[in-house]
Structure formats: C-alpha cells, structure tokens
Nanobody, 117 residues
Framework: HVQLVESGGGSVQAGGPLRLSCAAS????????LGWFRQAPGKEREAVAR???????KYADSVKDRFTISQDKAKDILYLQMNNLHPDDTAMYYC????????????WGQGTQVTVS
C-alpha cells in the first residue's frame, strides 16, 4: 500500500509560480507510474501531468510549457512546478500512483488546493 501526501498549495496571483510536492511511503517512486491530477468545482477530474518509470512525461495541452513534473527518487518526492498560473488552473490538485500505469490510478493523496486570482 502506498501513502501519498501533497503539500505546497495555496493562493497566488495570475502569472505567478507555485510548486507542489508529494511525499510517498515505501520507496514507491522507482516502481510506480506517477501523476498529478486536478479537479475544479463542477468539473471532472483531469490528468495534468504524468511521469512513467523510465522518465517519460506527458502533459495536458492546457499546461504544456507552463508546468513541469519531476521526481526526486532518493527522497521519494514528486514535484509539480507550475509557472505562469492562470485563474482556470484553480482546483484541488492530487498526486497519484499506479504500479501498472493504468487509469484509474490505485493510490491517491488527500489533495492540496491551488487558487489563482
């Protein structure tokens, strides 16, 4: 069982940066596909960024060239660097992990709120 804990959310002005972190238990990051997802009120959850075990990354079109997913395998921390934030980036952000890289991911954090005004 993998436990994930997000941090780093908050309120920021449009155009500003924010970095989210996700700490994992039990050396999860070397064995799992990882991702950041978000859900805004009244909207479906969407994948924002994913990273596969080999390091390949994939981004939603809406965040390409603004967001960067990365991981520190030694510390078992997943990051999402968000630059040039827009008001429509406002959402609850979740990190998730899955051993088989299949939707829906099996393990989820509790979420961290990002508000852009």
């Amino acid at each position: 069982h993998v436990q994930l804990v997000e941090s780093g959310g908050g309120s920021v002005q449009a155009g500003g940066p924010l970095r989210l972190s996700c700490a994992a238990s039990a050396h999860a990051y070397s064995s799992y596909c990882l991702g950041w997802f978000r859900q805004a009120p009244g909207k479906e959850r969407e994948a924002v960024a994913r990273i596969w075990r080999g390091g390949t990354t994939k981004y939603a079109d809406s965040v390409k060239d603004r967001f960067t997913i990365s991981q520190d395998k030694a510390k078992d921390i997943l990051y999402l660097q968000m630059n040039n934030l827009h008001p429509d980036d406002t959402a609850m952000y979740y990190c998730a992990a899955d051993r088989y890289c299949q939707d829906p991911y099996d393990y989820w954090g509790q979420g961290t709120q990002v508000t852009v005004s």
